[in-house]
């Protein structure tokens, strides 16, 4: 099942507004980040906002409805290069995505020092 266009381009419009609004862009932030990556076939740069958790140097990022996105596959196998916005800066590390035996995928990022 693949999403509407127009659809996913509203709801990350709304979602980036709140994540830059002065009222609720802390609180937002603490659990929405950017993800910018540059597509392994086309070499085009894109960003997407996506939940994730954070420990350590080391950002998990909980893939919902995987099989209507595909933004995570740019990083099977090996993973490849991905920046974040976290804490008000850019960070770069290097993202792997793995989909579990329930078809769950995780995109584990690994911060660059």
Not at 26 to 40: D, M
Not at 53 to 66: D, F
Not at 88 to 104: F, L, N, P
Request: hydrophobic share 40%; aromatic share 6%.
């Amino acid at each position: 099942m693949r999403l509407p266009k127009r659809t996913v381009d509203r709801v990350n419009a709304c979602v980036l507004a709140l994540r830059s609004s002065p009222r609720w862009g802390r609180l937002v932030s603490r659990h929405i980040t950017v993800v910018t990556y540059a597509g392994r076939r086309s070499g085009r740069t894109f960003s997407t906002p996506v939940a994730y958790r954070r420990a350590a140097g080391i950002v998990k990022i909980g893939v919902q409805l995987p099989d209507a996105k595909t933004w995570w596959r740019n990083f099977l196998g090996d993973g490849g290069p991905i920046s974040l916005q976290l804490d008000g800066i850019d960070r770069a590390g290097h993202a792997v995505a793995r989909r579990d035996e329930k078809g769950r995928v995780t995109v584990t990022v690994r911060l660059d020092d």
